[in-house]
């Protein structure tokens, strides 16, 4: 990165990191009233990623997926898919993380205007596009042609890309018809941000780097949405132009360079304060802790898949969008916007069954594994009422109990969860409001999973074989992430006690919850059972929409 940070004099300059909002097939400054003509991948304010975003929605957006709490612009590129030449499948890139600097001369660069945006395109030479290839080696994939003339065709640890926008404003319009036309790159030979600008376009802007980066790049066949070889990117401001006017005239910290030691800290509020410099894996570590829920595209903007694909989705202003206010116009803890593949015969799927709020629905995914009494293990989705599973007391000793008629069992969608992976290196998939045993001390003492902390003790059960009077043994949260998955899952257990899932001592609720269950379910679970009155149970006291172990539907 150190190559593109060139100029005549010393510059300020601030870097911002973010993790994806999510991908969807929408672009507000192109196609504001409908579907753009390929799939972006969205970075920032925390909106709806309708077409009709505008600045408004993002000024009023209570969370980013930044780490500069001040930044509510969007940002977006095409979204990068690896093409399976065999089978013929696109499959969406995963983005590790991405990162949008700023470069100025202090007290000589004008603050974007409220609502300005532009687009640019890797054609122009001084946006200086460029990829940088960690650790390369030969790609392993079953066939490794492609006919991108950008992507490299051998595999990465990792692959940065690079892109600058430029930084000559015409003074008047916050926009033009092609998003492009009031804007201009500086005179100079290669550009840079100070650069003299023409009279055409004469106001100084700050220059915009973008980087993103894929982890575990594999080679072969990768290309953009759109089905080219050639970057692009969107920017939307979403700043305060008068907050951002001040940081732009008194931040001195002469850092315009690659891996910065100096942020402007004194004027911008970072989420993941105190600044300094960090390796890569930190940041990403520390992002994904600051993110917001993952955003129900496919419930609120459009039911297209968008990875798993056999055609890219593409077509300007074709395809369903679906009408303002369906689903929740307001992001939700819903099904990711990368879903499984769309179903043969090229018709788009209808949207996930809504769950409810996530309070309702506490769960792993259909992949969570349980132990059962005799030793073997399998998956949650396999799990049937009266199965015999290794769980926990609350002073955590080694018990086993029954999968009881109320463990919720919803197969057939996907949803957002936190994943909690310790020094032991044993990782727990659940959602953001199921609660587990963390502390000191096991197992009273509950903690929801939006709560945990790297740092906090979980608690893990000695492996089968162990003597049975072995307690519970602390596990150290060394890493939070996020990701998605399909499933629904959640057993609720004849006698009150802990499951234990992925070795992971678990809880199905809360404390007070969890004690009147230890005290009642041994007798309450059995005799409703015993009369026929466990639908009526289902019905009367827990949550509609559940879908149960034994198959009953609990509809409102």
């Given amino acids: 990165m150190l190559a593109l940070f060139t100029s005549s004099v010393l510059g300020t300059s601030v870097k911002m990191d973010f993790l994806s909002l999510g991908a969807v097939r929408t672009d507000a400054l192109l196609n504001p009233t409908c579907l753009s003509d390929h799939v972006h991948q969205f970075y920032g304010a925390y909106t709806s990623l309708r077409p009709e975003v505008g600045y408004e929605e993002m000024r009023n957006a209570t969370n980013n997926s930044g780490n500069v709490e001040e930044n509510k612009s969007l940002y977006w590129h095409p979204a990068i898919y690896k093409h399976d030449r065999v089978t013929g499948t696109y499959t969406m890139a995963n983005i590790w993380f991405f990162s949008a600097y700023y470069v100025w001369e202090t007290n000589a660069t004008r603050a974007f205007p409220n609502g300005f945006n532009m687009i640019a395109r890797a054609s122009h030479p001084k946006s200086r596009a460029n990829w940088t290839c960690e650790a390369p080696h030969a790609c392993e994939r079953d066939d490794c042609s492609s006919s991108s003339t950008w992507f490299p065709r051998h595999a990465c640890a990792v692959l940065e890309a690079s892109f600058i926008f430029p930084t000559c404003w015409d003074g008047v319009n916050v926009r033009s018809a092609n998003q ?13 941000f100070d650069g003299d600008c023409p009279s055409t376009h004469p106001v100084k802007l700050p220059e915009i780097h973008l980087y993103f980066r ?21 920017y939307f401001s979403g700043w305060d132009e008068a907050f951002l006017q001040r940081v732009l005239d008194e931040c001195i910290n002469y850092s315009d360079a690659a891996s910065p030691d100096a942020f402007c800290d004194n004027y911008l509020t970072y989420r993941d304060a105190p600044k300094y410099q960090k390796q890569d894996d930190a940041i990403r570590a520390t992002l994904e802790t600051l993110q917001p829920p993952l955003i129900n595209t496919r419930a609120t903007v459009s039911p297209e898949a968008v990875t798993g694909v056999s055609a890219l989705p593409q077509g300007s202003c074709t395809g369903t969008l679906l009408p303002l206010g369906s689903g929740s116009t307001t992001p939700t803890l819903s099904p990711s916007p990368s879903p499984p593949p769309a179903a043969s015969g090229g018709s ?17 995914p259909s992949s969570g594994r349980v132990t059962f009494a005799n030793g073997t293990r399998a998956r949650l989705d396999a799990l049937s009422e009266g199965d015999m599973i290794v769980a926990a007391s609350l002073s955590g000793e080694r018990v086993t109990d029954t999968v009881s008629f109320l463990s919720i069992a919803h197969r057939d969608v996907l949803a957002p969860f936190v994943t909690l992976t310790t020094s032991a290196n044993a990782t727990l998939t659940l959602t953001p409001h199921h609660h587990l045993p963390v502390g000191e001390a096991c197992c009273a003492s509950l903690t929801r999973a939006d709560g945990v902390r790297v740092g906090d003790t979980l608690w893990a059960l000695p492996a089968v074989g162990a003597p049975t009077d072995a307690p519970a043994t602390a596990h150290t949260v060394a ?3 996020r990701s998605q998955a399909a499933g629904l899952h959640s057993p609720v257990l004849t006698h009150g006690h802990l499951p234990v899932v992925d070795d992971i001592v678990t809880a199905p609720d809360g404390p007070a919850a969890m004690r009147l269950a230890a005290a009642l379910s041994p007798y ?4 409703t059972k015993a009369t026929g009155m466990a639908d009526l149970l289902r019905r009367a006291f827990f949550a509609p929409g559940r879908t149960y172990v034994d198959g009953f539907e609990a509809h409102a």
């Fill in 479 to 481: 890493h939070i992430g």
């Fill in 180 to 192: 492009e036309d009031h804007v201009s790159y500086d005179l100079s030979e290669g550009g840079q």
């Fill in 348 to 364: 788009s799927p209808s949207p996930p069954p809504s769950l409810g709020s996530d309070d309702d629905n506490p769960c792993f």
């Fill in 214 to 234: 894929i982890r575990d790049y594999e080679g072969g066949e990768y290309l953009f949405s759109d089905g080219s070889s050639t970057f692009h990117a969107d």
């Fill in 524 to 527: 309450l679970v059995p005799l």
